[in-house]
DNA sequence: AGACTTTTTTCGAGCCTCGAAAAAAGTGTG
DNA sequence: CACACTTTTTTCGAGGCTCGAAAAAAGTCT
């Protein structure tokens, strides 16, 4: 049930727009908030000058000598040294972390490589613990507080961010890293898919192309996807995730990394790619990991001639196809961004796939959706991560007013909603 | 973008609050309005003196003679007369209307039978406005304003409920219901999906078991679905629809009404079963329609034994079971209302479906997974087109202040949003 | 009849936004 | 170089809205 509203609320409200207008500007003048936000110049004028005094806003006259005449716009931007953010990105062997101030800019980072299907639970999270206590311990930080962590995980994650639910780098279930990592570090904490960070960076990378709906589909080891329809990331109810890998591409089909049968990802993942491009039975067991010089071999073959390699490919575009069908007739048509390692072999899936998609209810328009390959994942994790921190603080902030340095233990509350 | 707050957004917010407290509750205090809204008494004692000088309101003093000590709480409920909407219900071969006043109590009705799909483009139009005339010059409406009409149909419509785009129970497409009728009656109107407003009627029946997220499946002819999620009906981005019932379960297979392959409905719509009942082949042209008496005759006989009549009923469940196994991977699991004529059926569908569910990913939990049937699918339609139909109008009462009586023409601008 | 309880209204205070006017900080021009 | 002009930003009083506290209202209980 909605709530009434009171007056700070509203007061709550504006300032967010004000924070969202410099955080997606970067650099942007009083009038032009006014302009964005609707409200008058008296107000924004208010706004900007208690951020400003608060310290979250810094008025910066750099910009270029302004060839207009009147009175110069003054700019306004996110003061870089208001918060200091971290993201830790745990993926298949991999765990790496990134420090960033409140402006966006990267502090320090790290990357390492860990056993992460061979670990036991603990050291697992111990490995988690550690390295966000060198980033939090890390001189670069110079005394910006550290208002906000984002874990994002290959996997599931809980609707409300607390926990990884599942994951297939691990054979461990149900860690409840966020209160965990808040426990030791009194740090509000979210865990997040990796799937829709990606589809978070993209929105920052382009608002023009991703805007109000779009598809992020991650094709690699396994299917992910990012979804955002109307302007907001959507999400399970009870889950992260829109398993889009594992929508029934058919009924009792080829074996899953699931443990189930006929999934998109059976046909489609980098497994299922080279089960059927080297001949074996779709009903055997996945291989753990391919790597990529072995996948871009398998395209290679398939780019000289039809063979077997070629028609795995088409298998997994026809299940992709499928699958989108299924889902646009859900949803309606949306652009799609390819993202991971077999977006790049995507000239050898998309016929297969536009075919398929124009055999189904969701392929009325088929030739008009658009499909666009986005490489270059790992970035693409980082600045979703990044952003989907930095926001987060935007609203911790905005919405105390006391800027909080003490930190996390009452403003999770707020902030978990 | 999200837009900045006014003042007067906030008094129109809290307005709204006051208005659906009392719509859900029929009967509510003041004192019951500040606890559920959080707000002041005093708040709330300014905002409902405010709409019972506007007519909106109507202090109700008949409740029980309250037993309690203290000063007994006045009632507060919709005044009846504030206000009258019309709905109108599209299906095969039927056209209904009913008008009912603001509190929701019914004012008069008409059923009547049409040939549809036989019906010309504008005669079929004509019918319309035709019964609609009926109903705003009929003496019950006794100078109520009518201030909504809401159009159901079976059938696609566009995301912003302006026009039918596509219907089974007519040739025709993309008739512009909303803005055919507005030039008529200069009243704003909106074409709502059928399914959508049985879920929509749900929510009001059974609060406590449809709340935030429950989906609603029409077994009939075809397969129509009206999802909610988080609190909101869920509806695709340019279409009203969540076609469930045109999600792919067997690429390649089954020939479904729509032309295509392998739908979900060419195997669970009356048609499919009756076909596969009587041994046609599914590849043969789906029956135009099948009466009820017909369908009721093919579950008693596959009640009696395990014949081609089972069998059909079990292929209905199975192919129900895998799809709404990949919209729960999309989703998560959420519980599932059963309308429409087959639902009388779900006996003969449950055992399939849940053993399908349960090797689908969106199965985990396949066991708790409730279903529950939902009979009267014609009174659940009019009750949620009434309760749409009115709560537009909580909207547009609130937004204005004005209680409006000249209707439309400008207030639409605020109400298509 | 008077004490007690609970609901509702009243009233002044405190915020917040707004519009208009003033101030500020430049450019263009003679 | 002073002055007109333009545009941005701040200031200030007015008007709305919500809140808390106190008062008024409308019953029950003894």
Redesign the interface.
Known sequence: ???????D??RR??RA?VIAAARRGGQVSRTEIAA????SHS?ISAISSDLIAEGILLETRQEPPALKRGRPQVGLALHPLAACVVTLMLSLNSLAAVSLDYAGNLLEEEQRRLDTRALPRDELIAECVAMLRRRLEHKAREGRPVLRIVLAIQGITD?QGRSMLWSPITPHTDIPFADLLEAEFSVPVTVENDSNMMAEALRWRDPQRYR??FIAILLSHGIGMGLV??GAMFT????SG???G???????GALCR?G??G?IEAYAGSYAIWRNASGHDESEEPRGDIDEAEMRALADAARAQDGPERQAFRIAG?ALG?GL???F??????PVALVGLNAAAFDLIEPALRE?IA????GHHSGSISFSIEPDQIALLREGCAMRALTHVDHQIFASGRSGTEGADRSQSSLMA
């Open positions: 049930m909605t709530v009434g509203m009171r007056h609320d509203l409200r504006n727009m964005i936000t609707g409200l107000t609707a109000d709906d329809l109307k399970g109810t009870h889950s829109v398993e889009f594992h929508m029934v591409h058919r009924p009792d699931c189930r049968r999934c026809e499928f069908g299924s889902l007739a859900l949803i309606d048509p949306a398929a055999r189904t209810a969701g």
